[in-house]
């Protein structure tokens, strides 16, 4: 599969029976239908969260296309306090995120013991990312 933003190649990484797919180029993720749900841990919470609608006003984004069908996705932003911009497949395909926005999706969204051990595991996927840092 081809990453939607630069055409590289992606790289499949498998954690805990989820394949996410990785663009080493650009950093961003795609997840196939009902993997974010699985990260999450929770379907209810990760559908609640990730229908937050359309973006911010005056946010402009690229237009994306799905990796697997190349429909134009639709820009969608998560319920939260700081709201992030993700693509989806308006055919229901999965969700691209570009590089960090998992991270940010994952420490807004899940609760510490679920979402600790999935943000080490991004950190060390995607190391020099933001939120190393001690608190």
């Not at 229908?51 to 429909?71: D, F, H, L, S």
């Not at 570009?98 to 899940?110: A, M, R, S, Y």
Request: charged share 30%.
């Amino acid at each position: 599969m081809d990453c939607p933003v630069d055409r590289e190649p992606m790289m499949a990484v498998e954690y805990e029976d989820i394949e996410i797919d990785c663009c080493p180029a650009c950093e961003g993720i795609w997840l196939d239908a009902g993997e974010l749900e699985l990260l999450f841990g929770d379907d209810q919470a990760c559908r609640r969260f990730l229908a937050g609608g359309n973006p911010a006003a005056g946010r402009v984004e690229k237009t994306r296309r799905c990796p697997i069908c190349r429909a134009r996705m639709e820009k969608r932003a998560t319920a939260s306090d700081a709201p992030v911009t993700y693509d989806r497949c308006p055919r229901g395909h999965g969700i691209w995120l570009d590089g960090g926005e998992l991270q940010t999706i994952l420490k807004e969204g899940v609760s510490d013991a679920d979402g600790g051990r999935v943000a080490a595991f991004l950190r060390e996927l995607f190391p020099g990312e933001e939120g190393e840092s001690a608190s």
